[in-house]
């Protein structure tokens, strides 16, 4: 079974600039995650989505940071503008059912992002 | 917010040896998990855990949910050299608590040295 797929696996930005991430889930999981992950710090949530619909995104910056999962599949994670901050590597998850407290949650394996 | 204190934060431990490492919280938690991480992959999911008291293993790796269900621990017996990584737990806050049922808390890591 293929696992959770993520590219580009690198990234290097100017602050500023503009940086896309893509995520494509196991297939048949209904909930998809993304998490950043600053060296030395466990992942933190940055928005869940339950087939399409966004089910949290209260600790995703809003004014720079943008997700969006078409079809319930694939998801797109946008930043614009870059900060110096936003360095980071950024893990996209999926799990099988409704995202309840019971899931397991499978994790790709990351997009490494430096902003200079 | 939810923290998790994750300790030690690092180890340096001779093949053969036993390791232990926690996790506690201030907070009451549903559901504890336990994640190895090895270098430019996501997490792996090593142990689940749903029921407080509840231990369970996995091949050399034993974790228990503590009775308080405010910490976790993970017992590693026998290391060998490929245990070397960052292992996480996870939480799941309480239903009750409010917080949205994906949103597991990572602790900081605790890193894992092996010698051979």
């Known amino acids: 079974e293929a696992g959770v797929a993520q590219s580009p696996r690198y990234k290097i930005i100017e602050k500023r600039q503009s940086v896309a991430f893509w995520c494509n889930p196991i297939s048949g999981h209904a909930t998809l995650y993304w998490y950043q992950q600053i060296l030395g710090q466990g992942p933190k949530l940055l928005i869940q989505f339950q087939n399409n619909g966004v089910v949290d995104d209260s600790q995703l910056p809003k004014d720079r940071f943008s997700a969006e999962r078409l079809k319930g599949v694939d998801s797109t994670l946008k930043i614009q503008p870059a900060k110096l901050e936003d360095s980071a590597v950024y893990l996209c998850?999926?799990?099988?059912?409704?995202?309840?407290?019971?899931?397991?949650?499978?994790f790709g394996s990351g997009t490494q992002l430096s902003v200079l | 917010g939810q923290q998790l204190n994750q300790s030690p934060q690092s180890m340096f431990i001779q093949e053969g040896e036993d390791v232990s490492m926690n996790c506690t919280s201030s907070?009451?938690?549903?559901?504890w998990l336990w994640y190895k991480q090895d270098p430019g992959e996501g997490p792996v999911l090593l142990i689940a855990l749903y029921k407080a008291g509840e231990l369970t293993s996995n091949g050399r790796l034993t974790a228990q949910f503590g009775i308080t269900r405010k910490d976790s621990f993970l017992n590693i017996s026998a290391s060998i050299p490929s245990d070397v990584g960052i292992y996480f737990c996870?939480?799941?806050?309480?239903?009750?608590?409010?917080?949205?049922?994906?949103?597991?808390?990572f602790g900081k890591g605790t890193k894992l040295s092996v010698k051979p």
């Open positions: 998850a999926s799990s099988q059912g409704q995202g309840a407290f019971t899931e397991k949650l499978f």
């Open positions: 907070s009451i938690f549903n559901t």
């Open positions: 996870a939480g799941q806050a309480s239903m009750n608590y409010g917080g949205s049922q994906g949103n597991l808390i």
